[in-house]
């Protein structure tokens, strides 16, 4: 077993955010920009409205519903209008995060080769509890919580990138074992996480 010092990991992490937000930006300027543009010109489709401007945002669910009008508006009209007069808002609104974080992991777990449920957790967990925590405060200081946003989508980013990084290398490293599964994350088992006291950051 592999064994990792817990600060190694967070430096790991921010040393991630850099290259993450990179990724994020990069991924929507492509998709969601370059990639839809140029179809939408090939297939004369007069409705250009691929995404808003949401890196202005102060509140999640203004979020949500400017980052990519496409499947926002998919999700809307095929899950969460059907659903919401029978089953109300809050749960057609879970349904509706569910479906996307599921989504979103099966785009990375077949694209990376393995499954790693963060990004579903982050997406159907974290996403979901933040649309009310920032609701209110989002509306009085929008400033400031576009400025939140921001952070958070740093930190999030390179979260990911070095959770996913860390389970990649378990993979790669670890030596093979009778339980190794497309569905059990390797670095659960393979890297042992270790607490030091008095850690630091440093350079290696």
């Known amino acids: 077993m592999l ?6 990991i967070v430096r790991g992490m921010f040393a991630c955010v850099v290259p ?3 990724c994020f930006l990069s991924i929507f300027y492509c998709i969601l920009h370059s990639w839809l543009n140029a179809w939408a010109e090939i297939l004369t489709f007069g409705d250009r409205l691929f995404y808003e401007d949401w890196w202005t945002s102060s509140y999640f669910s203004r979020y949500y519903r400017r980052w990519n009008r496409v499947v926002h508006s998919w ?23 569910a479906v996307s974080a599921v989504a979103h992991e099966v785009v990375f777990a077949l694209s990376l080769g393995f499954f790693y449920p963060v990004i579903l957790v982050m997406f159907g967990v974290i996403g979901l509890l933040m649309v009310p925590l920032t609701a209110n405060g989002g509306r009085r200081y929008p400033n400031m919580y576009n400025v939140l946003m921001w952070f958070l989508f740093f930190i999030g980013n390179g979260l990911l990138m070095c959770l996913y990084s860390m389970e990649y290398f378990a993979r790669k490293n670890c030596p093979p074992s009778k339980d190794d599964s497309f569905f059990i994350p390797k670095s659960w088992s393979c890297i042992e996480v270790i607490l030091k006291p008095g850690w630091t950051f440093h350079n290696p």
């Open 20 to 22: 993450g937000i990179l």
């Open 75 to 97: 999700l809307r009209d095929h899950i969460y209008v059907p659903l919401a007069p029978s089953l109300g808002r809050p749960v057609s609104t879970f349904i509706v995060f």
């Open 3 to 8: 064994q990792v010092e817990a600060g190694t």
